[in-house]
Every structure is written in C-alpha cells, then in structure tokens.
C-alpha cells in the first residue's frame, strides 16, 4: 500500500495554502479532492492523477484508488483545516486506507476570528457541519450565549432539507424561539473567506432572518471585552 496523506489547503485562496502542503501536493501522484478544494490548489496539478470527488461519490473513488495506489502517494486536500469539521472523512479515509497521515492547514475559523478579532481562546467553537444530529450543538450554543461567551460557528447548509438546513437565518430564527433576544446580540458572518468573493455582515442577530448565505460562511457571535494586561495591572 502506498502512503496517504489528509491535508489542509485553507480556505479557498493559494496564497493560504501553507509550504509543506505544497510541497507534499507537488511530490505526490494522486489527488482525489472536492471541487472547490482542487480548484484552490490547481496550479500545482498539472502532472497528477486527479479524482474529482462529490460526497455521493467519494466512497467509490476512494475504492477504486485504493484498488491500484501501490507505492504511490494519494494526497487528499480538504479546504481549511483538516483537523476541525471533516473527521467523518478522515475517519472514513483511516477505514479505508490505513495509516493515515494528517497535515494541517489554515482554517477558516482562525480567519474569521482574526477579523472579528475575537480570541480563539476566549470562544466556543461550534460546527454544525455534519451529517449526524445537531441538537446538541445547538444546546451549546444556546449555552455559550448565555454563559456570555463569544461563538465561532459554522453552519450546516443542506438545501435539499430543510429539516437539516441550519444556516444564518434559520439559526437567527431558532434564537428568538429560544427565549434570546436577538436584536441584542452582535453577529459578524463571512462567506468565501480569502478568496476573491469574500464578502461580510456585521450587524444584529434578527437581522439575519430571510438573509441567504452560501455554504461557505463562517460566523461569529461576539461577547468579548476588552481585557489587556493594563487591566490587571
């Protein structure tokens, strides 16, 4: 069996894709990555074994790959981050494969909060976006609001049912049915960070209700004071 490697390539721009991930993508053969993940990485492709991935089809490729990899070096990009929001593939990917070797990349989340400037350390970070139920995730954030903690949240986009679908408005909609008062509580939401779509919201919560986002949002909740070292001081 050849080797594997589950990488990040960060969150759509390639100037976020970080030196050893290059470097690993352009000594690998194989790459078998989603869309908007090989787009990120394009230019370094040219001479690679390339599988296009949907989430319908990933096991049979991931299959077929394994059926014929040998001593060759599969590299699977995943877009920011590999170690936050994809375990479910990485998990799958160890079944499937074996060893596994995990690279980090830049996320998403670490841009977002850069921007909002809010401290990864002073936040809860929350994904919604798996397949398994989020009804506990959306009790932590409940609970992270009320606790007066700052939230990093990406959301679960899943249009085809809306059951599932938990984006900005329908999460601005759960809030206020919640007992919160949404008008009340400041919100920054980012779609496409770092590549040339990028744009952002920032306002109040309600007024996330019957907005539309794409599957590429990031937001953030914030609840952070001001606490230098002068304050303590």
């Known amino acids: 069996m050849g080797t594997v490697y589950a990488v990040g390539v960060g969150p759509g721009s390639q100037d976020c894709v970080t030196d050893i991930v290059r470097k690993m993508i352009q000594n690998s053969d194989v790459?078998?990555?989603?869309?908007?993940?090989?787009?990120?990485?394009?230019?370094?492709?040219?001479?690679?074994?390339?599988?296009?991935?949907?989430?319908?089809?990933?096991?049979?490729?991931?299959?077929?790959?394994?059926?014929?990899?040998?001593?060759?070096?599969?590299?699977?990009?995943?877009?920011?981050d590999v170690n936050f929001s994809e375990s479910e593939v990485v998990d799958r990917l160890i079944e499937i494969f074996g060893e596994v070797h995990v690279v980090p990349g830049i996320s998403s989340?670490?841009?977002?909060?850069?921007?909002?400037?809010?401290?990864?350390?002073?936040?809860?970070?929350?994904?919604?976006?798996?397949?398994?139920?989020?009804?506990?995730k959306k009790l932590e954030l409940q609970k992270a609001l009320l606790d007066g903690s700052s939230v990093?949240?990406?959301?679960?986009?899943?249009?085809?049912n809306p059951e599932k679908h938990f984006m900005p408005s329908e999460i601005a909609i759960y809030l206020k049915k919640n007992g919160f008062n949404t008008s009340k509580i400041k919100v920054h939401v980012f779609e496409s960070l770092t590549n040339s779509n990028e744009s952002s919201f920032i306002g109040m919560v309600n007024e996330l209700e019957g907005k539309v986002f794409s599957d590429l949002t990031v937001m953030v909740f914030n609840q952070t004071n001001l606490e230098s070292y002068a304050s303590f001081a």
């Open 109 to 136: 989340i670490q841009v977002a909060a850069a921007k909002a400037r809010i401290p990864l350390d002073k936040a809860k970070v929350i994904t919604m976006h798996v397949t398994t139920s989020i009804e506990e």
């Open 31 to 80: 790459i078998a990555g989603y869309k908007y993940t090989l787009k990120t990485i394009e230019d370094l492709l040219s001479d690679k074994e390339v599988y296009e991935i949907t989430m319908h089809s990933q096991e049979e490729v991931y299959q077929k790959i394994k059926a014929k990899l040998g001593n060759k070096t599969l590299i699977v990009p995943f877009t920011g």
């Open 152 to 160: 990093i949240l990406v959301p679960r986009p899943w249009p085809k």
